[in-house]
């Protein structure tokens, strides 16, 4: 159970839900199949698949859940074949010619016909809670299916009071620092070899560089060009190596050689306490890395979170 992505929410203000709460509001939204004449649906599914029945995973104050999300598969190329056969039968039958509204009306009759034939595919997106931590993780790779996820956990829950975490300097301005050595690098962090670069003019380009010394004089040269880094690969604390974005966003994660031979000592036999001794320790690093990354960008601003008295 690790995280392939991570996008951070910050709880706005205090928020605490036990797992049988959060069980609860999830049942009454958990996932359905796809009726008949329905083109897409979602629900809360078992975090664990097949090992448990409940919806949420809890352990050490930390609450997983999964969002499934089943669409039919109709492809616009068939759809648009059939809905042509259809109008150049009428037109030669009644000797008239099929307008705009009449094919669109011809559309719907032939995704009605195709729905209960059409294949699904299915996405599960994870995620956690961790109220202690004031913060909602989902494994995202981008920013709308993250907003997805807690949007829908907001309609179950109710209230849901979060939103990304703002720190107090843009962070390409601390990238393009720590690229071009104005800004100190901190010692937690060790650079990667890629970067994607962004020209501020309102037609600039971007450059994307893979494989490079990142303070290397070819990025340097763009650097000086006034070109600002936007995405930046990174190690951190030799333990996690990533992919970060200008919104914060974390992708492309990956989980250090300490933490496998961590899950290499539980018993390979027993699914269920491999797959919580993952969540365990990926949830434990991940509750170092966030402030501790939040703090090398500048730190946190605050100011639109109510503290706890």
């Excluded at 039958?93 to 009605?112: A, F, N, S, T």
């Excluded at 003019?201 to 650097?223: A, F, M, N, P, T």
């Amino acid at each position: 159970m690790w995280f392939r992505n991570a996008r951070v929410f910050r709880f706005t203000k205090p928020f605490e839900i036990t797992a049988e709460a959060l069980e609860e509001k999830l049942q009454a939204d958990a996932f359905k199949p796809c009726g008949p004449q329905e083109t897409s649906r979602q629900g809360w599914v078992s975090p664990m698949g097949k090992h448990s029945d409940l919806l949420v995973h809890s352990a050490g104050g930390y609450h997983l859940i999964a969002l499934r999300k089943e669409e039919k598969l109709l492809p616009a190329s068939v759809i648009k074949e059939l809905v042509d056969e259809k109008a150049e039968m009428i037109e030669a039958e009644q000797h008239r010619k099929v307008r705009r509204k009449e094919k669109d009306e011809l559309k719907e009759e032939v995704m009605l016909e195709m729905l209960p034939r059409a294949f699904s595919k299915n996405r599960r997106c994870y995620a956690y809670l961790a109220p202690a931590d004031g913060v909602l993780v989902v494994d995202a790779g981008s920013a709308k299916q993250a907003e997805d996820l807690a949007s829908t956990l907001r309609k179950s829950l109710g209230s849901l009071p979060v939103r990304p975490p703002a720190v107090e300097q843009a962070p390409a301005f601390t990238f393009t620092g720590w690229l071009n050595e104005t800004i100190d690098l901190p010692a937690s962090i060790e650079l990667g070899t890629e970067c994607e670069l962004k020209d501020t003019s309102e037609d600039g380009g971007v450059v994307r560089c893979k494989g490079l010394d990142l303070q290397g004089d070819e990025i340097r040269s763009h650097l000086d060009a006034g070109m600002q880094v936007t995405k930046l690969s990174v190690t951190w604390d030799d333990n996690l190596a990533f992919v970060l974005d200008e919104e914060l966003g974390i992708r492309r994660l990956k989980f250090g050689d300490t933490l496998q031979e961590k899950l290499d000592d539980v018993d390979a036999d027993d699914a269920a306490a491999r797959f919580d001794a993952a969540f365990s320790l990926m949830t434990l690093e991940l509750a170092r890395l966030i402030p501790g990354l939040l703090e090398a960008l500048g730190g946190e601003d605050r100011s639109a979170i109510v503290e706890e008295d």
